[in-house]
T-cell receptor, first 115, second 114 residues
Framework: DAKTTQPNSMESNEEEPVHLPCNHS???????IHWYRQLPSQGPEYVIH???SNVNNRMASLAIAEDRKSSTLILHRATLRDAAVYYC????????????????FGKGTLLTVNP | NAGVTQTPKFQVLKTGQSMTLQCAQD?????MSWYRQDPGMGLRLIHY???????DQGEVPNGYNVSRSTTEDFPLRLLSAAPSQTSVYFC?????????????FGQGTRLTVV
């Protein structure tokens, strides 16, 4: 599996934008970039995913570098409820017996939001 | 919509005891999986299934058994619990229709083996 590298922790102030980086220099052409987050004492929840183009949804934006070797999850206005561990995960496209559907979690980035 | 439901939420076992962690989803998802999460760590895949009657091993399968007799349910069995299996267990499901589909996770089962 292609590996991702994220900072262990980041800190932000409430109402300010947050840019969470992820490096994935060994990404293959068919790997999708997924972001999940895990709030305290909860299961992970999906945030956003993309392949090549930047993506926006109600939770966040995903900016993908032109060479796809890095990406950035953008929270436009952090709130206290955004304090969580954020995971950047690569998942292969296509179907090959189920192995492409697994999500391989690293340690993620612990985001602290200050009031 | 219940999503992914795990039971129990908490469990304490003695070494050597057996138990089954239950996972049910009501979204008709083909793919289901079990993860464990140890303190300060990311999630590690134990077993997964791409449909009824089909299961496969993940990264850390030793000590765990699974079966998938229906689309909805994917129980995880600990045959002889060990202290090393103290962890938080998460079940997840997703559809295999489409490539970038999101996974849905349960709230977790916190297991302590003494």
């Amino acid at each position: 599996d292609a590996k991702t590298t994220q900072p262990n922790s980041m800190e932000s102030n409430e109402e300010e934008p947050v840019h969470l980086p992820c490096n994935h220099s060994t990404i293959s052409g068919t790997d999708y970039i997924h972001w999940y987050r895990q709030l305290p004492s909860q299961g992970p929840e999906y945030v956003i995913h993309g392949l090549t183009s930047n993506v926006n949804n109600r939770m966040a934006s995903l900016a993908i570098a032109e060479d796809r070797k890095s990406s950035t999850l953008i929270l436009h206005r952090a709130t206290l409820r955004d304090a969580a561990v954020y995971y950047c995960i690569l998942r292969g496209g296509g179907y090959s017996g189920g192995s492409n559907y697994k999500l391989t979690f690293g340690k993620g980035t612990l985001l602290t939001v200050n009031p | 919509n219940a999503g992914v439901t795990q039971t129990p939420k908490f469990q304490v076992l003695k070494t050597g005891q057996s138990m089954t962690l239950q996972c049910a989803q009501d979204m008709n998802h083909e793919y289901m999986s079990w993860y464990r999460q140890d303190p300060g760590m990311g999630l590690r895949l134990i077993h997964y299934s791409v449909g009824a009657g089909i299961t496969d091993q993940g990264e850390v399968p030793n000590g765990y058994n699974v079966s998938r007799s229906t689309t909805e349910d994917f129980p995880l069995r600990l045959l002889s619990a060990a202290p090393s299996q103290t962890s938080v267990y998460f079940c997840a499901s997703r559809t295999i229709q489409g490539v970038g589909t999101e996974a849905f996770f349960g709230q977790g089962t916190r297991l302590t083996v003494v």
